[in-house]
């Protein structure tokens, strides 16, 4: 289970004091059959959404809500556990050539927005899906995480890939580096973009391991 929720301020927005810069409620969940040393048969179950409202900058339009997608996806394939270079790249593989998506939109002034048809708050379809969980510690102090999600009905197709690059200065402070491309052909083209989304940010905090 990933929940992740920031906020932000922006001089430019007069209609909205805070804004959310990061909102994600998340959770996948495995059911894996060992076939051999490394791969299992796996059923996997993902469901994600967000907490807050996002509105459009000077605007009181709401672009995403709770619900509004929300996604839930089933697949049947096949996971690897990788361990590679002397176990600093770790992480699972699945490969799901049978995977059926369930996007629920709430609020029906969004339908459209996320590629359902007008009054409607379902669409579901069939295809195929490949996921991908990495931790790469490539230094003492350096970790550099990644999830790559990839799901197409050979009509459309969604791609997220996160990144998260972790710096621990010493064993309190740390710096973190996330960049977030994502790909929808399913949404309503932007005009400088086109189906590509781009988030990236980077932080300074405190955190404590045990």
């Known amino acids: 289970?990933?929940?992740?929720?920031?906020?932000?301020?922006?001089?430019?927005d007069s209609l909205h004091k805070l804004k959310?810069?990061?909102?994600?409620l998340r959770y996948t969940g495995k059911l894996g059959l060992q076939a051999t040393?490394?791969?299992?048969?796996?059923?996997q179950l993902l469901a994600y959404t967000q907490f807050m409202r996002n509105y459009k900058a000077n605007q009181?339009?709401?672009?995403?809500?709770?619900?509004?997608p929300a996604n839930v996806n089933v697949s049947l394939g096949m996971d690897y556990s990788a361990s590679w270079?002397?176990?600093?790249?770790?992480?699972?593989?699945?490969?799901?050539?049978?995977a059926y998506n369930l996007k629920y939109v709430g609020r029906l002034s969004l339908?459209?927005?996320?590629?359902?048809?007008?009054?409607?708050?379902t669409m579901h379809d069939l295809g195929s899906?490949?996921?991908?969980?990495?931790?790469?510690?490539?230094?003492d102090n350096m970790l550099w995480q990644t999830r790559l999600y990839s799901y197409t009905t050979y009509e459309r197709s969604e791609l997220e890939w996160e990144n998260t690059f972790t710096f621990q200065f010493n064993r309190y402070i740390s710096t973190k580096l996330f960049v977030y491309p994502r790909f929808d052909d399913d949404t309503n083209r932007d005009d400088h973009h086109g189906y590509w989304q781009f988030k990236e940010y980077?932080?300074?905090?405190?955190?404590?391991s045990f």
């Open 129 to 139: 899906q490949l996921t991908l969980d990495m931790k790469w510690k490539f230094a």
């Open 202 to 208: 980077i932080s300074l905090g405190f955190s404590y």
């Open 60 to 68: 009181r339009s709401v672009l995403s809500d709770f619900a509004s």
């Open 85 to 98: 270079l002397k176990n600093r790249l770790t992480g699972t593989i699945h490969l799901a050539p049978l």
């Open 37 to 43: 040393k490394r791969w299992y048969y796996t059923f």
């Open 1 to 12: 289970l990933e929940m992740k929720l920031g906020f932000q301020t922006s001089r430019s």
């Open 20 to 24: 959310t810069s990061s909102d994600l």
């Open 111 to 121: 339908s459209k927005r996320y590629g359902l048809d007008e009054g409607r708050h």
